[in-house]
């Protein structure tokens, strides 16, 4: 069992920057990837960003160049870097983590964006 805590959701200005944090109840350093799904009222749920075991990282098009996704093994947190936030951008944001067969969520939070 995985339970994972997201943090750093909220409002912000077009424009602005957001740092979502995930922190997970054991070591991620076997975790075969974890990342971030966003899902808007109305929108199917859609992969924001993941970090493999391996370290390779994976984005949606959209975001490439504004977020950044990266881990602290040692804190066993992952993050998710949101610069230049758009209107387009709000959503629920939800961490997981892929661990063998098993996929864990967390709770989500809410990113909103003002035009």
């Known amino acids: 069992q995985v339970q994972l805590v997201e943090s750093g959701g909220g409002l912000v200005q077009a424009g602005g920057s957001l740092r979502l944090s995930c922190a997970a109840s054991?070591?991620?350093?076997?975790?075969?990837?974890m990342g971030w799904y966003r899902q808007a009222p109305g929108k199917q749920r859609e992969l924001v960003a993941a970090?493999?075991?391996?370290?390779?990282?994976n984005y949606l098009d959209s975001v490439k160049g504004r977020f950044t996704i990266s881990r602290d093994s040692a804190k066993n947190t992952v993050y998710l870097q949101m610069n230049s936030l758009k209107p387009e951008d709000t959503a629920g944001y939800y961490c997981?983590?892929?661990?063998?067969?098993?996929?864990?969520w967390g709770q989500g939070t809410q990113v909103t964006v003002s035009s």
């Open positions: 054991r070591s991620i350093i076997n975790m075969e990837s």
């Open positions: 970090i493999t075991r391996g370290g390779t990282t």
């Open positions: 997981f983590a892929r661990v063998e067969l098993a996929l864990y």
